[in-house]
């Protein structure tokens, strides 16, 4: 008893101690002088650059990128029996042959005894009937059967001339050389292939469309006549929507052009496997404005401002962007200024504070050249 009456004396004194100094603590932190300051305090509002929105009447068509591709191989071969006596050096792959060239040679020594035989055969038919005729009537069987003779053995005499010539095997049309298949010395048999070619007008260009895409085109697509131009904007091009592919590959539709092979010419043709812009015809906007496309997210959205300087989002669902110009259908009386490079942090109903500094970027809201006139492609490239 008396030990823990000691112990419970001690635990008093160490609790009397204990708030004792947290007293005498408050006390001189009471007696502490905090000096007065004013903080400057940062403005909540974001300082951003706006651009407004203006209208115009013009509605640039749907730049998309294709690749020129042949629609068929075409096989030379040759119409005779023969060996190869002579080969072009120009008969190689990738050579840009001219319609009329002569690409190998078939020993015509054969073919020029048939036609010196078949030449024999039509003199000996024509004295043939010079003597029936002296001793026949004109209208006599025995005449007849001698002027049948007499065409039958020229016949034979173009067909032999006609096999010599064929000896030699020509290109009939310009294109180019993709693989080499008959060498000298060796025999061919008739119609043996010779080589493989690309015909020059056998053109077509493949170009892949999202849906969203395909479904801005203006109606009816097929038929229509549009522009295509190279990646450097240096030459052009007309071609014909030729065909719609109804097929979905990974959720993408191909459109096929047949380029237009009398306005063009064939010389400064695409080549095969080239990438050209086609410039597709898009729905018209009842109400069209411009905005730089520096105004787009990720999200296809634009963040507009309304009187009050607060933000409002406002997604984009058609646009089309050329030339670094942003196309899109919007109402008049919509709110028209527009946020220059909006952050990601942005956020509807924020309030910002417009740079007043900054001047407002100009746009181009002129109708521009149609694609289909070179001064377009200067506008393009610039």
């Known amino acids: 008893m008396k030990y823990l009456f000691h112990l419970r004396v001690r635990q008093t004194i160490a609790a009397f101690f204990s708030i004792f100094i947290l007293l005498v603590v408050l006390d001189e932190l009471d007696k502490a002088s905090v000096p007065d300051t004013d903080y400057d305090l940062p403005e909540k509002a974001q300082l951003t650059s706006v651009v407004t929105a203006k209208p115009t009447n013009y509605i640039p068509g749907l730049l998309r990128l294709g690749t020129v591709e042949p629609v068929k191989l075409r096989q030379i071969s040759t119409p005779l029996s023969g060996k190869v006596i002579s080969v072009s050096k120009q008969l ?74 064929k000896s030699q095997i020509v290109l009939p ?19 043996q292939a010779v080589a493989s070619v690309l015909a020059k007008t056998d053109k077509q260009i493949s170009v892949q469309l999202s849906e969203q895409d395909f479904s801005r085109l ?17 030459q052009q091009w007309t071609a014909k929507i030729s065909g719609i592919s109804q097929h979905q590959k990974n959720l993408q539709r191909s459109l096929y052009l047949e380029l237009n092979t ?6 400064s043709a695409p080549l095969y496997g080239q990438h050209i812009y086609a410039q597709l015809p898009v729905k018209t906007w009842p109400q069209t404005h411009v905005l730089p496309e520096s105004t787009l997210t990720l999200k296809g959205e634009i963040w507009l401002l309304d009187e009050m300087d607060t933000l409002v989002r ?25 946020v220059l490079y909006p952050l990601t942090s942005l956020s509807q109903g924020m309030q910002v504070k417009v740079n007043e500094t900054v001047n407002e970027v100009a746009i181009e809201t002129s109708k521009p050249v149609k694609p289909h006139h070179p001064e377009t492609l200067a506008q393009l490239g610039q």
Do not use: C, W
């Open 218 to 234: 203006s109606q009816p697509i097929l038929n229509q006549t549009i522009t295509v131009f190279s990646l450097d904007k240096k």
């Open 314 to 338: 406002h997604p984009l669902h058609d646009y089309v962007i050329v030339d670094n110009h942003l196309y899109f259908p919007m109402p008049t009386h919509h709110d028209k200024r527009a």
């Open 92 to 165: 190689k792959p990738a050579s840009q042959l001219s319609a009329g060239h002569t690409l190998l040679t078939i020993d015509p020594l054969p073919y020029q005894v048939n036609v010196s035989e078949a030449k024999k055969a039509v003199l000996d038919a024509q004295v043939e009937l010079k003597n029936v005729n002296t001793q026949f009537a004109s209208n006599s069987l025995r005449v007849e059967q001698a002027k049948a003779y007499l065409a039958l053995t020229k016949s034979q005499l173009n067909y032999a001339q006609d096999q010599l010539i």
């Open 262 to 267: 009398t306005s063009n010419n064939e010389h």
């Open 173 to 191: 049309f310009n294109g180019e050389i993709t693989q080499v298949q008959a060498h000298l010395g060796e025999y061919l048999v008739a119609g």
